[in-house]
């Protein structure tokens, strides 16, 4: 661009163009990925780098005291994610490697790993083809924060660390019921979680170690690490509690890893809010506007001059809210022939009954044009109460129809907008616009089959 004419008008089609393909990250990815390897042909690197397309596969860190579930959570993870677990016992399982057999025999003799040892055998994994294209589940490494430090030199880096934390007369009373399949690793217990098959019930062998006196050592032992691992994740590390059921834990942890930490690209809000009527598009939209700078656009405007309106820098570079329309499908598509393609799209739910309630009980005052409603904001006095009228369209008939039609469109609609993020309507609107809020400033999270 020519400097000699500044101020210059920025396309609406460019910055939709870079978030839809995530250009910003994609830079900032392949920068990280150049000051931590620092190859002598940058070029080269950079193309393979492209061409790997493993931004943002999983890298997890799955910490936690003994008998917390930290192993079964990461497997499950690990099953859902489609990645690859990385524990000390498959570590130095591993054939073929002088490096894992050499940590066998240690691990055999010491029952642990020095720190540079384990973080070799890491770092060896983690170039494998399968840990660069699918990701990698770490389960309860790093130990310490020796061990945390050197991850972090040589550039290993996690994307979400999970902590599970329970109390430790739970995880003691916990862990003397505990047992191992030695076929599949899977981790049982005699009262939590046992086998229904027969045939796996008669192979569980009760694990080493597990005495009250050793968990209460272990228990010490990892309580004196975790405050010093800590302070080495600060922003994306989730502490999760362990004592409840071991499926409520795993969901927890997968909705975590599942969320994209917000990143310094550049974003301009593009905000569709879809919802029947009486559902308070309108309200939210206005505190939206209010609080973001965002251009309010009513659906008063949007057949004539919906163009020329988004096309205006104002909406360019601040971005824009838009309720009340598109109303079906067609009007979708319009919208998206035109290139003005909403980046996050809220859909209001609000129960029919509180909609009538909300719509037939509003009333208008002739003589001052003050308008009221008989439930929430009832006019102060009997002389006004008696002059009050209704507008025609909030009569029940006509609410009536117009959901009939809205319930026939809005399935087609969060079906062409997904992914759509469902809200409360029915609730206090600060606390729905608070939802909002959370959804515009945080990105949307990662699709995972």
């Known amino acids: 661009m020519d400097a000699t004419t500044a101020p ?5 089609e460019m910055p939709q163009y870079g978030e839809a393909n995530h250009i910003f990250e994609m830079m900032q990815n392949m920068l990280e990925q150049l000051l931590i390897h620092q ?30 579930g930290k192993t079964t959570v990461a497997m499950w993870l690990c099953k859902h994610l ?6 000390v016992e ?15 025999q240690h691990y055999q003799k010491f029952k ?19 840990c660069v294209t699918r990701g990698w589940i770490l389960d309860g490494i790093p130990e310490t924060r020796e061990q945390a430090l050197l991850l972090q030199t040589l550039g290993i880096a996690p994307r979400h660390v999970i902590v599970l934390s329970a109390p430790d007369t739970v ?36 694990p080493a170690g597990i005495s009250e006196g050793e968990t209460a050592r272990k228990l ?10 800590a302070p080495s994740y600060p922003k994306i590390l989730r502490v999760i509690p362990a004592d409840q059921p071991c499926v409520d834990v795993f969901c927890q942890a997968l909705t975590y890893v599942q969320t994209i930490h917000r990143s310094n690209a550049p974003f301009t809000p593009r905000v569709l809010l879809l919802g029947p009527m009486g559902s308070g598009k309108s309200l939210q939209a206005a505190l939206l506007a209010q609080k973001y700078g965002l251009v309010n656009v009513p659906d008063s405007i949007i057949m004539k001059v919906l163009g020329r309106r988004l096309d205006q820098q104002d909406c360019v570079e601040r971005g824009w809210v838009l309720h009340g329309f598109p109303r079906d499908l067609d009007q979708a598509h319009m919208l998206n022939s035109l290139g003005y393609k909403p980046n996050r799209v809220f859909f209001l739910n609000v129960p029919f009954d509180s909609i009538l309630e909300r719509l037939t009980l509003r009333r208008t005052d002739p003589v001052t044009g003050e308008r009221y409603h008989l439930m929430y904001k009832p006019p102060p006095t009997v002389e006004i109460q008696a002059r009050l009228l209704q507008n025609p369209k909030d009569t029940e008939e006509q609410v009536k129809l117009k959901m009939d039609l809205f ?32 959804g515009i400033i945080n990105p949307l999270p990662n699709k995972v089959p």
């Open 407 to 438: 319930c026939r469109t809005s399935a087609e609609l969060e079906q062409f907008y997904q992914p759509v993020l469902p809200l409360n309507g029915d609730q206090d609107p600060y606390t729905v616009f608070e939802y909002l809020e959370s």
């Open 171 to 206: 995880l003691i009373e916990r862990n003397l019921g505990k047992r191992v399949d030695p076929l599949t690793g899977e981790v049982y217990h005699t009262t939590f979680d046992w086998p229904p098959q027969p045939e796996i019930q008669n192979r569980l062998l009760v």
């Open 39 to 68: 190859p002598t042909d940058p070029i080269p690197f950079m193309i393979d780098h492209l061409q790997l397309d493993n931004d943002y596969v999983p890298k997890i860190l799955v910490l936690g005291p003994p008998a917390s």
């Open 82 to 87: 489609r990645s690859n677990l990385l524990s």
């Open 8 to 12: 210059h008008r920025i396309p609406p």
């Open 220 to 229: 010490l032992e990892f309580h004196r690490n975790i405050v010093r691992i």
């Open 90 to 104: 498959n570590l130095i399982a591993r054939q073929f490697s002088s490096l894992a057999a050499g940590a066998r």
């Open 112 to 130: 642990t790993l020095p720190s540079g040892l384990l973080v070799r055998l890491v770092q060896a994994r983690l170039r494998e083809e399968d």
